[in-house]
């Protein structure tokens, strides 16, 4: 699994709107929304789900990051969203720091073992420090992009 197959084009937000967890994760729904029209009639259903993750357990791992995440019936395809913030978000990370960059990963209920194949893509990027610094510093959705292909290419080759 490529982290460029789940990351949709368009869902991308390289400067995010807010710096408040919920609006963040709103604005990153409707992006993925955005970029998969199919899925506008279970948008709000989609957020209140991600809500009450949060609610159950901080998705903010530490690091700057923060991984929201659910399964949802509607989701045929694994989606993906990144949001990246110069101010940085409040996401009661487990480090108590502000969070600078958001994976929103969306995945389709009855295939729980994709779930945690795009969860294991995303935290062994993330787990990179040079990856972590580089998507930080992105200003564009092309920067990003780039980042994430030479992060498939990598770990492909590796």
Same mark, same amino acid.
């Given at each position: 699994?490529?982290?460029? #197959?789940?990351?949709?084009?368009?869902?991308? =937000?390289?400067?995010?709107?807010?710096?408040?967890? @919920?609006? =963040?994760?709103?604005?990153?729904?409707?992006?993925? =929304?955005?970029? @998969?029209?199919?899925?506008?009639?279970?948008? #709000?259903?989609?957020?209140?789900?991600?809500? @009450?993750?949060?609610? +159950?357990?901080?998705?903010?791992?530490?690091?700057?990051?923060? =991984? !929201?995440?659910?399964?949802?019936?509607?989701?045929?395809?694994?989606?993906?969203?990144?949001?990246?913030?110069?101010?940085?978000?409040?996401?009661?990370?487990?480090?108590?720091? !502000?969070?600078?960059?958001?994976?929103?990963?969306?995945? !389709?209920? #009855?295939? !729980?073992?994709?779930?945690?194949?795009?969860?294991?893509?995303?935290?062994?990027?993330?787990?990179?420090?040079?990856?972590? +610094?580089?998507?930080?510093?992105?200003?564009?959705?092309?920067?990003?992009?780039?980042?994430?292909?030479?992060? @498939?290419?990598? +770990?492909?080759?590796?």
């Amino acid at each position: 699994m490529r982290l460029t #197959d789940i990351v949709q084009h368009g869902a991308i =937000v390289a400067s995010l709107a807010s710096n408040e967890r @919920d609006a =963040v994760i709103s604005e990153m729904i409707d992006a993925v =929304v955005a970029a @998969d029209k199919a899925l506008s009639k279970v948008r #709000d259903e989609l957020l209140t789900r991600v809500l @009450d993750r949060e609610k +159950r357990g901080t998705t903010g791992f530490g690091k700057g990051i923060a =991984v !929201p995440h659910v399964k949802h019936r509607a989701i045929k395809q694994m989606r993906a969203a990144i949001g990246l913030s110069g101010g940085g978000i409040d996401f009661n990370s487990l480090d108590k720091q !502000p969070v600078y960059s958001v994976f929103l990963l969306l995945s !389709p209920e #009855d295939r !729980p073992e994709e779930h945690l194949q795009a969860m294991e893509v995303i935290f062994k990027s993330l787990s990179e420090e040079t990856f972590r +610094r580089f998507l930080r510093q992105a200003r564009s959705a092309e920067e990003v992009r780039s980042l994430l292909e030479e992060a @498939d290419s990598q +770990r492909l080759a590796g």
